[in-house]
Nanobody, 127 residues
Framework: VQLQASGGGLVQPGGSLRLSCAAF????????VGWFRQAPGKEREGVSC????????YHADSVKGRFTISRDNAKNTAYLQMNSLKPEDTAVYYCTADPRKHCTKAVLSTLGDFGPWGQGTQVTVSS
């Protein structure tokens, strides 16, 4: 499966963005789908994950209550709704299709290690 993330941009603190992850070449519904981010000088951070098994979600503590992950299997697309954005959310965001299917803390922390991920999308939160 190939993935293409989009929807990033420049937003002021407190603003919102919606990222999309479109899948090609395979059906996304057999994978868990996750988002991770990479900021300059920082380690990769798993942000959010939605399971293929039951649609359950898992979010990092840093984004809990602000970010929502969802998927539309009919459109072969997943989304990350980001609200109340903070400057520390600035990063390149990548989506990945994870064959482990069910999201847990362990899966979140290793997003990107087991499945494909495509070109990321830049999110910049600044006034």
């Amino acid at each position: 499966v190939q993935l293409q993330a989009s929807g990033g941009g420049l937003v002021q603190p407190g603003g919102s963005l919606r990222l999309s992850c479109a899948a090609f070449g395979d059906t996304l519904d057999i994978y868990a789908v996750g988002w991770f981010r990479q900021a300059p000088g920082k380690e990769r951070e798993g942000v959010s994950c939605v399971s293929s098994s039951d649609g359950s979600t898992y979010h990092a503590d840093s984004v809990k209550g602000r970010f929502t992950i969802s998927r539309d299997n009919a459109k072969n697309t997943a989304y990350l709704q980001m609200n109340s954005l903070k400057p520390e959310d600035t990063a390149v965001y990548y989506c990945t299709a994870d064959p482990r299917k069910h999201c847990t803390k362990a899966v979140l922390s290793t997003l990107g290690d087991f499945g494909p991920w495509g070109q990321g999308t830049q999110v910049t939160v600044s006034s």
